[in-house]
């Protein structure tokens, strides 16, 4: 899996005694690197876990076929990528499991909550146990058997119904709520590119806008101290920016259980990245001022 993600990626894999292993992301869409991962894989190697970055598709062709070769799993990491597409194919849906999420950041949320969709059959009963707390409730419920019972290990992986409500609702508008995504993203872009020929930041590159979902709009600056500064500066006038990640071979917790990884791209593109405010009621007059203070700060 790539360093370059929420610690949610790595967390489903460690509580159950996994060892990760992380690979180098791409410079052009900081999506894992198709190409650097086969030199990772040992016979020990369980799955890949490809994160959709921002919404933009990871070469799943070339990913399926190297876990092919190699008889293991891929799980998509696609809590970013709702609604996106690779080749005509939704993200989450390409690999053995997708995982979506539905926190307050996502496109659509629930305030906190996702979904998963498993891709073989085989996967189907246990999971059903798994999110019923290790019981055959759902099974119960069917009428398929007359009492329930502990049978696995689980948990209560079960979002309220008054949440999916709120969910389902916002499902409802998807091309509304994507349009307006849509909306802020070109107007960023627009406004931003002159910055861009002047060599003062880079865009986000999208070879297929296509299967786009709109999810984020980040800039990369040119420096650490430039992308702290500007979200200070930002920060006074009112706008929250914010940026991500602390790549997790870095973090507190990588360092003191696992040995030394280096990851160049990940390290130089975490320092200088930063995430712009992007939401439905973000409204004309705000995207133009978050333009507006940018081109002031890196102007000077
Ligand atoms: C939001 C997100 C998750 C999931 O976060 P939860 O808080 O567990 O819903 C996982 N991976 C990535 C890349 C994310 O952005």
Sequence with gaps: MPSYTFVSTVNAFVLRGAIPVFCDIRE????????LIESLITKKTKAIVP?????VACEMDKII???????IYVIEDAAQGVSAKYKGKHLGSIGDIGCFSFHETKNFSMGEGGAICL??????????ILREKGTNRSKFFRGQVDKYTWVDIGSSYLPSDLLAAVLWCQFEHLNQIQEKRKQIFDAYLKGL???QDNGLLRLPIIDDLSGFNYHMFYIIVNSEKERNGLMDSLRTQGVY????????????YFKKHYSVVKLPITENLSRRLLRLPMYYSMNTDHYFQVIDSIIRFLNT
Excluded at 28 to 35: A, Y
Excluded at 65 to 71: D, T
């Design 28 to 35: 052009d869409n900081l999506n894992i690197d198709e190409n």
């Design 51 to 55: 994160v959709h970055y921002a919404g």
């Design 65 to 71: 076929s190297i876990a092919q070769q190699n008889g």
């Design 119 to 128: 891709n073989k059959e085989e996967f189907f009963e246990r999971a059903e």
């Design 193 to 195: 590119l002159p910055l």
């Design 241 to 252: 920016s914010v940026f991500h990640y602390i790549p997790l071979h870095e973090s507190e």
